[in-house]
């Protein structure tokens, strides 16, 4: 079955860098277009971004664009995303879905998220 | 830019309908998803493209859209179904995704 697993989370500065994973099995990664979804604790879940299976369209949430990036890795079935100058607003769980769907996303899988959380 | 409004809130008495509305500024072609958030875990989709439900959810719930509001109906709500509900909306014409902030559901 679908496994999304997601890692490299902490606590880090503001203003610092960090890197996410998150591992994916169970399904032909390399097919999927791939999202990142954030939720802060006791918040709503705020989209990221989101990277073609060929990774040659990625789209950025404006809280986020030039300060993230996302990546993948299609020989290790890895997606990653690179954030720089983290704020405190960056504080969240940090989640990565698949969607089936190149049109129109939807995500019904979801792994149990990283936390991030940035405070100085 | 694309904003989805839900009501902070909703109750229901168990065994009655439960109705989540999610209102958009244009829907056109866009179709609606909804996640259904249990404390602690990650969100379950529970309808997708307006009105088709993944395979295990319970028939009890329901998706529908009309004009600029979707509606997730919830029927014979149980106790299990409190939760917090999103809707979503996102595409690649648009390249990007918006939530709605999301329906604590009150089960009384």
């Known amino acids: 079955q679908v496994q999304l697993v997601e890692s490299g989370g902490g606590v880090v500065r503001p203003g610092r860098s960090l890197r996410l994973s998150c591992a994916a099995s169970?399904?032909?990664?390399?097919?999927?277009?791939m999202h990142w979804v954030r939720q802060a604790p006791g918040k709503g879940l705020e989209w990221v971004a989101f990277?073609?299976?060929?990774?040659?369209?990625?789209y950025y949430a404006d809280s986020v664009k030039g300060r993230f990036t996302i990546s993948r890795d299609n020989s290790k079935n890895t997606l990653y995303v690179q954030m720089n100058n983290l704020r405190t607003e960056d504080t969240a769980f940090y989640y990565c879905a698949p969607t089936r769907d190149d049109y129109n996303y939807f995500f019904d899988h979801w792994g149990q998220g990283t936390l991030v959380t940035v405070s100085s | 830019s694309f904003v989805l409004t839900q009501p902070p809130s909703v109750s229901v008495a168990p065994d009655r309908t439960a109705r989540i509305t999610c209102g958009g500024n244009?829907?056109?072609?866009?179709?609606v998803h909804w996640y259904q958030q249990k404390p602690g875990q990650a969100p379950v989709l529970v309808i997708y493209?307006?009105?088709d439900r993944p395979s295990g959810v319970p028939e009890r719930f329901s998706g529908s859209k009309s004009g600029n509001t979707a509606t997730l109906t919830i029927s014979r709500v149980e106790a299990g179904d409190e939760a917090d509900y999103f809707c979503q909306v996102g595409d690649g014409i648009s390249e990007r995704v918006v939530f709605g902030g999301g329906t604590k559901l009150t089960v009384l």
């Open positions: 493209y307006d009105k």
């Open positions: 990277l073609s299976h060929d990774g040659r369209a990625e």
């Open positions: 169970g399904f032909t990664f390399s097919r999927y277009g």
């Open positions: 244009n829907f056109g072609r866009k179709t």
